[in-house]
């Protein structure tokens, strides 16, 4: 489809493997979106109207995103990311056909996956001044949430007190699942996600980095953050050596440190 051409939409490269914790998320998921994409067959009529719309809301960082970019991934379908504030435009008329033009995209690619963040920035000024643009935005946000066949909505907000409830009326976006901060063991599970693709040095310990008080009430983000720190810790680190070493005039070369793993320490 020409959406695709314009790079509009694209099937996203996260995997499962690459979210850690959320298992929860991923069953409904799996249950509701990937494998009715997968198996078109099993779902033709079970003679009851299924969820096709769901709204996570939680604390920024805790990996709404990209549960649902492996979603795409995991179902081979498209996704197309969209922010609740680029839609709104200040000439009337425009943020309307901006979600019109939204959806025809997203039906012309489907299955697809609309992944619609700060969904909450569409609803809040309704009744306010100037509120009469946005409640035509709402009703039209509304009109294209019926009427999506192949259409799959995850709409993402950190303020749920701020959604209009009518987008989350049955057939809307009607599964409200809550993304909250890692506990414990979904600490751990996240950095070890994180750290598949490193070196670490032997006595680095996730699971006690993971359980530690320093880590508590970290996002998924914070821990990204975390093994970044680590990360340019050691490429310091080779910096300094490296330095040492042309001092000393040493006859290093500096290609030996070309493809040199880089070992995350503890
Ligand atoms: P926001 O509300 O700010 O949009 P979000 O909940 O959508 O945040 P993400 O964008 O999905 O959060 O997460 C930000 C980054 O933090 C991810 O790209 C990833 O690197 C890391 N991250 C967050 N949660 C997880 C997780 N559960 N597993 C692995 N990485 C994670």
Redesign the pocket.
Known sequence: PSSRREGFSSIPNVKWE?????ETLRSVFDRYIVRRIKYPEDYEDPGIKMATGFLLYGP???????IAQAVANEAGANFIHIKGPEIMSKYVGESESNIRTLFTRARTCAPCVVFF?EVDAVTTHRGTEGGWVVERLVTQLLVELDKREGVYVIG?T?RPEAIDKALIRPGRMEKLLC?TL?NEDERVS?LK??ARKMTLDADVDLNAMGRSEGCANF???DL?ALMGEATMACLDERTNEREEAAAKGTDEPRSSFVGMPLTVKA
């Open positions: 690459d979210v850690g914790g959320l920024p960082g805790c990996g709404k995103t990209l963040d993402a950190n993304v890692p996240i996600t994180l996002s998924g983000a990204y």
